[in-house]
């Protein structure tokens, strides 16, 4: 009888370590408890939350600077809601968008890469996320010119 209890507390604590966090509700705190969002991102989103409630992850990646797709599709997987919907189609629209404007938005990253090298230095324990954004890079660089061929 002992151990079911036990077992019942251990689900229940787990279940709501797993907890959603609702954009449109959480405090900076509950923000900053998911992984991606830290102080800069969850007070961005504070402040646009104060204009008005997000309507959707679209609404959501227009008006908060530094929130695009992948992050918001990274935010999603770690948690994070619009009005309790996980952001979805994070790879469809890439891929649709690959001919349009994936050559100018390589341009804009390649632009970013450089400054954005030194930071990331700073933090030894993202080696792997380093890796998977460079992965992403040069796939987005390849998508890029495989598009300008087809031209």
Known sequence: ????????LFALIAATAFAAVDVNKASQAELETVKG??????????????????KDWSDLVER????????????????????????????????KAS?????????ADDKMATPAA???????????DRKAAKKAEKAAKADAAASAAKK
Request: net charge positive; aromatic share 4%.
């Open 118 to 128: 030194p930071a990331s230095a700073a933090k030894p324990d993202d080696k792997a």
């Open 64 to 95: 908060v600077k530094g929130v695009g797709e992948g992050n918001a599709a990274k935010f999603s997987t770690a948690g994070l809601t619009v009005s309790g919907q996980a952001f979805k189609g994070a790879a469809a629209p890439a891929a």
């Open 37 to 54: 969002i830290g102080p800069a991102i969850s007070g961005k989103i504070l402040d646009e939350r104060k204009k008005a409630s997000f």
């Open 99 to 107: 001919g349009t404007d994936k050559p100018a938005k390589a341009k």
């Open 1 to 8: 009888m002992l151990k079911r209890l036990l077992a019942a």
